[in-house]
Nanobody, 124 residues
Framework: VQLQASGGGLVQPGGSLRLACAAS????????IGWFRQAPGKEREGVSF????????YYANSVRGRFTISIEKDKTMVYLQMNSLQPDDTGVYYC??????????????????WGQGTQVTVSS
């Protein structure tokens, strides 16, 4: 499965962006899908996770209530709606698919497929 992330850009604090992750050569079915971000000089961190087997979604504390992960019915596209963006949300955002341990969804371990990343910059 190949993943393609898109939708990043420059937005003012308080603004919104919607990221998309497209799957090709397969679908997201039976996978868990994670969204990660990496700020300059920092480790990559998971911000959201969706399980196609349970239909449940999970969020890092830092984004809960502001970000929403969703998936198309055909399981070829996953979105991350990001609202009330703040400068700390700046970074390169990646989508990933795999079968991570749920309690460790914020770790990069367990994800087999990665998109190329899309830059999100929150600045006035």
């Amino acid at each position: 499965v190949q993943l393609q992330a898109s939708g990043g850009g420059l937005v003012q604090p308080g603004g919104s962006l919607r990221l998309a992750c497209a799957a090709s050569g397969g679908t997201f079915d039976y996978y868990g899908i994670g969204w990660f971000r990496q700020a300059p000089g920092k480790e990559r961190e998971g911000v959201s996770f969706f399980s196609t087997t349970s239909g449940a979604s999970y969020y890092a504390n830092s984004v809960r209530g502001r970000f929403t992960i969703s998936i198309e019915k055909d399981k070829t596209m996953v979105y991350l709606q990001m609202n009330s963006l703040q400068p700390d949300d700046t970074g390169v955002y990646y989508c990933a698919a795999g079968q991570p341990i749920l309690s460790s969804f914020q770790s990069t371990a367990g994800y087999r497929y990665w998109g190329q990343g899309t830059q999100v910059t929150v600045s006035s």
